[in-house]
Protein backbone atom coordinates (compact mmCIF):
# COMPACT_ATOMS: atom_id res chain seq x y z
CA UNK A 1 0.00 0.00 0.00
CA UNK A 2 1.57 3.65 -0.79
CA UNK A 3 0.46 7.10 0.31
CA UNK A 4 1.06 9.30 -2.41
CA UNK A 5 0.81 13.38 -2.66
CA UNK A 6 0.82 15.51 -5.90
CA UNK A 7 3.64 17.99 -5.35
CA UNK A 8 2.92 19.28 -8.63
CA UNK A 9 1.42 17.85 -11.87
CA UNK A 10 4.52 16.26 -12.80
CA UNK A 11 6.29 15.02 -9.52
CA UNK A 12 4.81 13.33 -7.15
CA UNK A 13 6.14 11.86 -3.64
CA UNK A 14 4.86 8.35 -2.40
CA UNK A 15 5.56 6.25 0.95
CA UNK A 16 5.14 2.53 1.14
CA UNK A 17 2.47 2.18 4.16
CA UNK A 18 2.07 -0.99 6.78
CA UNK A 19 -1.20 0.26 7.30
CA UNK A 20 -4.41 2.57 6.70
CA UNK A 21 -4.77 3.40 10.56
CA UNK A 22 -7.81 6.05 10.48
CA UNK A 23 -10.22 7.78 7.68
CA UNK A 24 -12.64 10.52 8.56
CA UNK A 25 -14.59 13.38 6.69
CA UNK A 26 -14.38 15.89 9.15
CA UNK A 27 -17.11 19.10 8.65
CA UNK A 28 -13.91 20.91 7.22
CA UNK A 29 -11.98 18.66 5.56
CA UNK A 30 -10.60 14.88 4.67
CA UNK A 31 -8.15 13.04 7.71
CA UNK A 32 -6.60 10.27 7.30
CA UNK A 33 -3.72 8.20 9.45
CA UNK A 34 -1.07 5.88 8.13
CA UNK A 35 1.43 3.67 9.95
CA UNK A 36 4.71 3.87 7.60
CA UNK A 37 8.22 1.25 7.16
CA UNK A 38 9.82 4.83 7.08
CA UNK A 39 8.26 8.03 8.71
CA UNK A 40 6.45 5.95 11.56
CA UNK A 41 2.85 7.40 11.75
CA UNK A 42 1.85 10.19 9.88
CA UNK A 43 -1.31 12.00 8.44
CA UNK A 44 -2.60 13.52 5.89
CA UNK A 45 -5.59 16.31 5.24
CA UNK A 46 -6.77 16.24 1.96
CA UNK A 47 -4.54 13.98 0.65
CA UNK A 48 -1.01 16.64 1.98
CA UNK A 49 1.03 15.18 4.22
CA UNK A 50 0.78 17.28 7.40
CA UNK A 51 3.55 15.69 9.76
CA UNK A 52 4.77 12.53 10.61
CA UNK A 53 6.54 10.81 13.78
CA UNK A 54 10.33 10.90 11.60
CA UNK A 55 10.87 14.71 11.00
CA UNK A 56 8.09 16.88 12.22
CA UNK A 57 10.53 17.98 15.22
CA UNK A 58 12.42 19.70 12.40
CA UNK A 59 9.12 22.19 11.30
CA UNK A 60 8.39 22.67 15.56
CA UNK A 61 11.69 23.37 16.23
CA UNK A 62 12.18 26.10 14.01
CA UNK A 63 8.91 27.68 14.38
CA UNK A 64 8.85 28.10 18.05
CA UNK A 65 12.60 28.61 19.02
CA UNK A 66 13.89 30.66 16.49
CA UNK A 67 11.01 33.76 17.87
CA UNK A 68 11.89 32.40 20.77
CA UNK A 69 15.55 33.18 21.08
CA UNK A 70 14.67 36.97 19.90
CA UNK A 71 11.84 38.14 21.94
CA UNK A 72 13.13 38.27 25.93
CA UNK A 73 10.04 38.85 27.52
CA UNK A 74 7.50 36.34 25.77
CA UNK A 75 4.70 35.57 28.51
CA UNK A 76 1.25 35.20 26.47
CA UNK A 77 0.99 32.94 23.00
CA UNK A 78 -1.48 32.22 20.22
CA UNK A 79 -0.55 29.42 18.04
CA UNK A 80 -3.79 29.71 14.85
CA UNK A 81 -3.71 25.78 13.51
CA UNK A 82 -1.38 23.69 14.81
CA UNK A 83 -3.97 20.84 15.57
CA UNK A 84 -1.22 18.00 15.80
CA UNK A 85 -0.22 20.13 19.09
CA UNK A 86 3.64 19.89 18.08
CA UNK A 87 3.72 24.15 18.21
CA UNK A 88 2.54 24.19 21.50
CA UNK A 89 4.55 21.18 22.64
CA UNK A 90 7.81 22.88 22.33
CA UNK A 91 6.35 26.42 23.71
CA UNK A 92 5.92 24.27 27.07
CA UNK A 93 9.06 23.89 27.23
CA UNK A 94 9.40 27.27 28.58
CA UNK A 95 8.75 28.21 32.11
CA UNK A 96 8.03 32.23 31.51
CA UNK A 97 5.38 31.51 29.11
CA UNK A 98 2.53 32.34 31.13
CA UNK A 99 -0.36 31.33 29.02
CA UNK A 100 -0.71 29.74 25.20
CA UNK A 101 -3.97 30.03 23.71
CA UNK A 102 -4.55 27.06 20.70
CA UNK A 103 -7.01 28.25 18.06
CA UNK A 104 -7.85 25.09 15.62
CA UNK A 105 -11.17 24.88 13.25
CA UNK A 106 -11.36 21.46 12.93
CA UNK A 107 -11.71 19.84 16.68
CA UNK A 108 -11.58 16.36 15.16
CA UNK A 109 -7.86 17.29 14.15
CA UNK A 110 -6.82 17.72 17.38
CA UNK A 111 -8.57 13.97 19.04
CA UNK A 112 -7.35 11.72 16.23
CA UNK A 113 -3.78 13.85 17.32
CA UNK A 114 -4.15 12.61 20.84
CA UNK A 115 -4.96 9.41 20.16
CA UNK A 116 -2.54 8.58 17.24
CA UNK A 117 0.49 10.68 17.92
CA UNK A 118 0.41 11.41 21.53
CA UNK A 119 4.00 12.55 21.40
CA UNK A 120 2.72 15.16 19.42
CA UNK A 121 0.11 16.25 21.56
CA UNK A 122 1.43 15.84 25.30
CA UNK A 123 1.81 19.91 25.43
CA UNK A 124 -2.39 20.01 25.60
CA UNK A 125 -2.10 18.96 28.86
CA UNK A 126 -0.37 21.35 30.71
CA UNK A 127 -2.91 23.77 32.62
CA UNK A 128 -1.03 27.00 30.64
CA UNK A 129 -3.01 26.06 27.62
CA UNK A 130 -5.98 26.83 26.47
CA UNK A 131 -7.87 25.25 23.68
CA UNK A 132 -10.43 26.98 21.40
CA UNK A 133 -12.17 25.35 18.53
CA UNK A 134 -12.93 28.01 16.12
CA UNK A 135 -12.10 29.91 13.09
CA UNK A 136 -8.51 31.36 13.73
CA UNK A 137 -9.60 34.59 11.59
CA UNK A 138 -12.96 34.95 13.81
CA UNK A 139 -10.91 34.72 16.87
CA UNK A 140 -7.87 37.44 16.24
CA UNK A 141 -10.83 39.71 14.67
CA UNK A 142 -12.77 39.51 18.15
CA UNK A 143 -10.51 39.10 20.62
CA UNK A 144 -8.96 41.94 23.02
CA UNK A 145 -6.32 39.85 24.56
CA UNK A 146 -2.98 41.02 23.85
CA UNK A 147 -0.29 38.61 22.65
CA UNK A 148 3.66 38.68 22.91
CA UNK A 149 3.81 35.91 20.46
CA UNK A 150 1.46 34.95 17.77
CA UNK A 151 2.45 31.62 15.83
CA UNK A 152 0.55 30.76 12.27
CA UNK A 153 1.03 27.13 11.98
CA UNK A 154 -2.16 26.41 9.76
CA UNK A 155 -2.46 24.14 6.33
CA UNK A 156 -1.78 25.71 2.80
CA UNK A 157 -4.20 28.59 1.75
CA UNK A 158 -7.18 26.65 0.59
CA UNK A 159 -9.89 25.33 2.30
CA UNK A 160 -9.98 25.83 5.73
CA UNK A 161 -6.58 27.39 5.59
CA UNK A 162 -7.47 29.97 3.02
CA UNK A 163 -8.44 32.85 5.64
CA UNK A 164 -4.93 32.80 6.93
CA UNK A 165 -3.59 34.00 5.09
CA UNK A 166 -5.57 37.47 4.36
CA UNK A 167 -5.16 40.80 4.51
CA UNK A 168 -7.90 40.90 7.36
CA UNK A 169 -5.86 38.37 9.25
CA UNK A 170 -2.84 39.94 9.53
CA UNK A 171 -4.24 43.26 10.02
CA UNK A 172 -6.32 41.81 13.23
CA UNK A 173 -3.02 39.94 14.34
CA UNK A 174 -1.47 43.08 14.24
CA UNK A 175 -3.85 44.99 16.83
CA UNK A 176 -3.40 42.35 19.01
CA UNK A 177 0.04 42.00 19.09
CA UNK A 178 2.03 43.96 21.88
CA UNK A 179 4.08 46.89 21.30
CA UNK A 180 7.27 44.18 20.97
CA UNK A 181 5.04 41.52 19.71
CA UNK A 182 6.08 39.16 16.38
CA UNK A 183 4.42 36.90 14.25
CA UNK A 184 5.74 33.84 12.45
CA UNK A 185 4.11 31.76 9.99
CA UNK A 186 5.02 28.93 7.97
CA UNK A 187 5.68 30.64 4.57
CA UNK A 188 5.14 27.69 2.14
CA UNK A 189 7.87 26.41 -0.57
CA UNK A 190 9.56 28.67 -2.87
CA UNK A 191 10.55 25.84 -5.04
CA UNK A 192 7.37 24.99 -6.82
CA UNK A 193 5.17 27.69 -8.76
CA UNK A 194 2.09 27.00 -6.88
CA UNK A 195 3.99 27.55 -3.56
CA UNK A 196 6.06 30.72 -4.43
CA UNK A 197 3.18 32.90 -5.69
CA UNK A 198 1.39 31.72 -2.14
CA UNK A 199 5.06 32.66 -0.13
CA UNK A 200 5.36 35.81 -2.28
CA UNK A 201 1.35 37.06 -1.56
CA UNK A 202 1.87 36.69 2.47
CA UNK A 203 4.78 37.97 2.42
CA UNK A 204 3.99 41.31 0.19
CA UNK A 205 0.60 41.56 2.88
CA UNK A 206 3.15 41.37 6.03
CA UNK A 207 5.91 43.51 4.75
CA UNK A 208 3.05 46.00 4.15
CA UNK A 209 2.08 46.26 8.08
CA UNK A 210 4.94 45.24 9.97
CA UNK A 211 8.69 47.22 10.56
CA UNK A 212 10.91 44.08 10.37
CA UNK A 213 9.73 41.35 8.05
CA UNK A 214 11.96 38.57 6.73
CA UNK A 215 11.77 35.08 5.74
CA UNK A 216 13.89 32.51 7.03
CA UNK A 217 14.44 28.40 5.87
CA UNK A 218 14.53 24.98 7.38
CA UNK A 219 15.13 21.44 5.35
CA UNK A 220 12.08 19.50 6.18
CA UNK A 221 12.88 16.53 3.51
CA UNK A 222 8.52 15.53 3.43
CA UNK A 223 7.64 18.88 2.30
CA UNK A 224 7.13 19.72 -1.19
CA UNK A 225 10.91 19.86 -2.53
CA UNK A 226 12.23 20.01 1.07
CA UNK A 227 13.04 23.55 1.20
CA UNK A 228 10.58 25.28 3.36
CA UNK A 229 10.48 28.53 4.75
CA UNK A 230 8.96 30.52 7.69
CA UNK A 231 7.74 34.25 7.52
CA UNK A 232 8.93 36.35 10.43
CA UNK A 233 7.65 39.64 11.53
CA UNK A 234 8.00 42.02 14.46
CA UNK A 235 7.18 45.48 16.04
CA UNK A 236 10.31 45.86 17.55
CA UNK A 237 12.99 43.00 17.47
CA UNK A 238 15.36 41.81 14.47
CA UNK A 239 15.75 38.23 13.88
CA UNK A 240 19.91 38.64 13.70
CA UNK A 241 20.79 41.70 15.43
CA UNK A 242 18.89 41.65 18.35
CA UNK A 243 19.63 37.69 18.61
CA UNK A 244 22.68 37.10 21.71
CA UNK A 245 22.44 32.63 21.31
CA UNK A 246 19.67 30.40 21.16
CA UNK A 247 17.23 30.35 24.75
CA UNK A 248 17.07 26.23 24.07
CA UNK A 249 20.87 26.44 25.03
CA UNK A 250 20.59 29.08 27.84
CA UNK A 251 17.45 26.73 29.49
CA UNK A 252 19.40 23.77 28.65
CA UNK A 253 16.13 22.46 26.32
CA UNK A 254 17.26 19.81 23.87
CA UNK A 255 16.55 19.82 20.26
CA UNK A 256 17.59 17.95 17.35
CA UNK A 257 17.79 20.71 14.68
CA UNK A 258 17.56 24.21 16.04
CA UNK A 259 21.05 25.51 17.29
CA UNK A 260 22.58 28.70 17.11
CA UNK A 261 24.27 27.99 13.54
CA UNK A 262 20.71 27.40 12.48
CA UNK A 263 19.29 29.78 13.47
CA UNK A 264 21.85 32.61 11.79
CA UNK A 265 22.03 30.68 8.69
CA UNK A 266 18.37 30.34 8.14
CA UNK A 267 18.38 33.75 7.38
CA UNK A 268 20.99 33.80 4.73
CA UNK A 269 17.99 32.82 1.96
CA UNK A 270 19.46 31.67 -1.49
CA UNK A 271 19.67 33.94 -4.58
CA UNK A 272 16.30 32.61 -6.27
CA UNK A 273 14.90 32.92 -2.76
CA UNK A 274 15.60 36.44 -2.37
CA UNK A 275 14.70 37.30 -6.10
CA UNK A 276 11.47 36.22 -5.53
CA UNK A 277 10.59 37.92 -2.43
CA UNK A 278 12.36 41.33 -4.49
CA UNK A 279 10.02 40.95 -7.04
CA UNK A 280 6.60 41.48 -4.88
Not at 66 to 79: A, G
Not at 103 to 111: K, T
Not at 160 to 187: K, T, V, W
Not at 188 to 214: V, W
Request: hydrophobic share 35%; proline share 5%.
Amino acid sequence: MWFTEKWSPNIHFSIEVKEHLYHQKTQFQQMDFYDSYELGIFFALDGIMMANEKDEFIYHEMIIHTPMSIHPKVEHVLVIGGGDGGSVRELTKYHKIQSIDLVEIDEQVVRACQKYLPKMTIGLEDPRVAVYFEDGLQFVKNTNKKYDLIIVDSTDPIGPGEGLFSMAFYQNCYRILNGDGMLINQHESPYFEKEKKEMQRAHQKIKNLFPIASVYQAFIPTYPSGHWLFGFASKKYHPITDFSGSSTEKLGIKTKYYNDEVHIGSFGLPNYVKNALSKI
